[in-house]
């Protein structure tokens, strides 16, 4: 059993972030010229989908266990309070660290500038673009990668740590400032949730919270109309 979960993992974390790096760095500058935007969008979204779908089709049958064993888990009242807390107040927080890299260190993220080419797209495409981190990030770099570590080390900072740097690695298309001082302390308080609670849909929810604000909220303002 324990063979079987270390081979699993190697080859979910090795192949999740090199398809991923792929992705990113190869095939989207390779397609973004050949497509339309939409279509671009389409096939990079489904790309990440299809990336999540494996693993969790290699957790129920490769390793055979449970989704509970990565972390799915019903949400109480009280959890469900607290996801809504964690969600407004981390967005909250993603514009206040924005305001400070670019007002105080006097980077630009250029962060607004997404947000209002976003305002363009149909609000559920919006919702999707939402979504997709939310489930696909928090079972690949906090539930997958945390509990199997934990399994085979007996220790949860081993691959706490692992999906904090491979989640923080991943964004840094974004630019060096805004990884460092955006998604890294972000991707710290969602890891440390994780850790806490050991409850995934706790994780996918309060992150889904956050992109809804981002994507789907503030492109409704009127000062990005």
Same mark, same amino acid.
């Given at each position: 059993?324990?063979? $079987?979960?270390? %081979?699993?993992?190697?080859?979910?974390?090795?192949?999740?972030?090199?398809?991923?790096?792929?992705? !990113?760095?190869?095939?989207?500058?390779?397609?973004?010229?050949?497509?339309?935007?939409?279509? /671009?969008?389409?096939?990079?979204?489904?790309? /990440?989908?299809?990336?999540?779908?494996?693993?969790?089709?290699?957790?129920? %049958?490769?390793? $055979?266990?449970?989704?509970?064993?990565?972390?799915?888990? $019903?949400?109480?009242?009280?959890?469900?309070?607290?996801?809504?807390?964690?969600?407004?107040?981390?967005?909250?927080?993603?514009?206040?660290?924005?305001?400070?890299?670019?007002?105080?260190?006097?980077?630009?993220?250029?962060? !607004?500038?997404?947000?209002?080419?976003?305002?363009?797209?149909?609000?559920?495409?919006?919702?999707?673009?939402?979504?997709?981190?939310?489930?696909?990030?928090?079972?690949? %770099?906090?539930?997958?990668?945390?509990?199997?570590?934990?399994?085979?080390?007996?220790?949860?900072?081993?691959?706490?740590?692992?999906?904090?740097?491979? /989640?923080?690695?991943?964004?840094?298309? !974004?630019?060096?400032? %805004?990884?460092?001082?955006?998604?890294?302390?972000?991707?710290?308080?969602?890891?440390?949730?994780?850790?806490?609670? $050991?409850?995934?849909?706790?994780?996918?929810?309060?992150?889904?919270?956050?992109?809804?604000?981002?994507?789907?909220?503030?492109?409704?303002?009127?000062?990005?109309?």
């Amino acid at each position: 059993m324990k063979s $079987r979960l270390i %081979y699993s993992t190697a080859v979910v974390l090795c192949l999740s972030l090199a398809v991923q790096l792929l992705l !990113m760095y190869k095939i989207t500058p390779w397609l973004v010229s050949r497509v339309s935007q939409t279509a /671009f969008m389409a096939i990079f979204e489904t790309c /990440f989908w299809v990336i999540a779908l494996g693993v969790v089709a290699v957790v129920l %049958y490769w390793e $055979r266990q449970p989704l509970g064993s990565i972390g799915f888990r $019903r949400l109480t009242g009280k959890e469900g309070l607290l996801a809504l807390l964690l969600g407004i107040l981390l967005f909250v927080l993603v514009h206040m660290l924005v305001i400070f890299v670019e007002r105080v260190v006097s980077i630009q993220t250029d962060i !607004m500038v997404v947000i209002a080419a976003l305002a363009k797209y149909p609000i559920w495409v919006r919702f999707l673009l939402a979504a997709r981190p939310a489930f696909v990030e928090e079972i690949l %770099y906090r539930g997958y990668t945390i509990e199997r570590v934990n399994q085979l080390t007996g220790k949860v900072w081993p691959g706490a740590l692992i999906g904090l740097v491979i /989640f923080t690695a991943l964004h840094s298309n !974004m630019g060096l400032a %805004y990884t460092v001082s955006v998604v890294l302390p972000i991707g710290i308080i969602l890891t440390g949730l994780y850790v806490w609670k $050991r409850n995934l849909t706790l994780n996918i929810t309060v992150h889904f919270l956050i992109d809804f604000l981002v994507l789907v909220l503030l492109p409704l303002l009127p000062f990005l109309s």
